[in-house]
């Protein structure tokens, strides 16, 4: 299987999957997510992985966020229908995958990047690993699970805090909100990540996919919740604000946002 956006390794039943668009930050457009769902769907079912860690490629980010070039043009029925088959196809799908999946979180995690990690049943990140949901910045809302996962992991004060500001926190504030289980250097990171992967690895692998879906099933009983994420990010596609929050990205300027 061969992949554009993505470097799959396999070794000792542990896969690698790194994002590799270094150049935009590794940000998620559309061939991206398509190529991450097919290789989770192809590593859900290999016998010989446990465990899979994913990472962004190069030294500055995880994922800086759904790709803004691609979407800036969007009206509110393509965003509402996007960010339902992003919840299919990446997000939700990673949640609910068999096998257990690890954030290696080396740089930025905005946006959908860090709703990626959200995804995912562990997080661990690099001290210089910074992370937000900026959607507001943009006009928009997160899209992409952000609005039930985030409030899951750090508390409903700190999601609302993380949301309305749009501003990112450090990964010694991750820590301490529990965002992420444990912070390394940048060079420990993927080693220590690999150490967490095999000691899961070690484990019986059909008690370790029931237990992912017994944790789940205690956060899942309100389906609603993404629902209403799904509609509400739709409707920021219809106002003036969302055009000058991804132009003003676009064009590298400050937005001037009227409330419309
Ligand atoms: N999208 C597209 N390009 C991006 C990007 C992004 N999210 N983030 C960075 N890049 C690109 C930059 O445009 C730049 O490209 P060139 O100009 O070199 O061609 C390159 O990556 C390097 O970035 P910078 O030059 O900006 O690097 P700096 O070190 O100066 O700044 C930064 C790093 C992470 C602070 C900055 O790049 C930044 O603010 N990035 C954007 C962060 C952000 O707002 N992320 C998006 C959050 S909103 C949807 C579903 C979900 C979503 C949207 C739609 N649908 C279903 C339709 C979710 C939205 C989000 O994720």
């Not at 943009?138 to 899209?143: R, S, Y």
């Not at 004060?157 to 820590?175: F, L, W």
């Amino acid at each position: 299987m061969t992949f554009e956006q993505l470097h799959l390794k396999k070794e000792n039943k542990i896969a690698f999957v790194t994002i590799t668009r270094e150049k935009k930050l590794n940000a998620l457009d559309s061939a991206t997510i398509q190529e991450l769902h097919e290789a989770f769907s192809v590593l859900d079912i290999d016998s010989q992985v446990r465990a899979i860690v994913i990472m962004g490629q190069g030294q500055k980010a995880f994922v800086a966020g759904a790709d803004i070039a691609e979407f800036s043009s969007f009206n509110q029925q393509q965003g509402e229908a996007l960010s339902r088959l992003g919840h299919e196809k990446l997000f939700a799908f990673v949640e609910n995958l068999s096998t257990p999946v690890i954030a290696a979180i080396n740089g930025y995690a905005l946006g959908g990047g860090l709703e990626l990690a959200l995804s995912c049943h562990m997080r661990v990140a690099s001290d210089n690993a910074r992370m937000g949901l900026p959607e507001v910045t943009l006009g928009l809302i997160p899209g992409y699970g952000g609005t039930r996962r985030l409030g899951q992991i750090i508390g409903k004060g700190r999601a609302h805090q993380m949301v309305a500001t749009g501003q990112m926190i450090s990964a010694d504030k991750a820590m301490q909100w529990g965002l992420v289980n444990e912070i390394y250097t940048q060079e420990e990171l993927v080693p220590k990540a690999t150490e967490l992967a095999l000691k899961i690895a070690a484990n019986a692998p059909i008690s370790v996919s029931h237990s992912i879906k017994a944790i789940n099933a205690q956060y899942s009983n309100s389906v609603e919740s993404f629902e209403t994420e799904i509609q509400l990010f739709g409707a920021c596609f219809a106002t003036n604000d969302f055009k000058e929050g991804t132009s003003a990205f676009l064009e590298k300027r400050k937005p001037d946002f009227k409330g419309n």
